[in-house]
């Protein structure tokens, strides 16, 4: 069974910094995929940032692009993404999960974290 755990989240003030952090479980990390998605109180799930499976290749939403940037250390079967310049629209829960290939598409992830709360105040 795939276990994602992450952590990083908190309170940080507007123009602030946080890393969040994605742990996963098994031997075969580095064959998937992996993305960050964020779900807002009373909206959808939204994508926010994806990573092929040896890091070579990344995809950010527009509202996020140049501000957050997502990476990989498959020897630490984890994934992460930094977030600089937050706004108070980044709050959110942000999930971490794993998917074949990568994809801006929520449908493509089979495997999803608990979540971990971001929440930036003006």
């Known amino acids: 069974q795939v276990q994602l755990v992450e952590s990083g989240g908190g309170l940080v003030q507007a123009g602030g910094s946080l890393r969040l952090s994605c742990a996963a479980s098994?031997?075969?990390?580095?064959?998937?995929?992996m993305g960050w998605f964020r779900q807002a109180p009373g909206k959808e799930r939204e994508f926010v940032a994806a990573i092929s499976a040896n890091g070579g290749t990344t995809l950010h939403a527009d509202s996020v692009k140049g501000r957050f940037t997502i990476s990989r250390e498959n020897a630490k079967n984890t994934v992460y993404l930094q977030m600089n310049v937050l706004k108070p629209e980044d709050t959110a829960v942000y999930y971490c999960?794993?998917?074949?290939?990568?994809?801006?598409?929520?449908?493509?992830?089979?495997?999803w974290g608990q979540g971990t709360q971001v929440t930036v105040s003006s």
């Open positions: 999960a794993r998917a074949n290939r990568m994809s801006v598409l929520r449908t493509d992830y089979n495997y």
């Open positions: 098994g031997r075969t990390f580095s064959i998937y995929a």
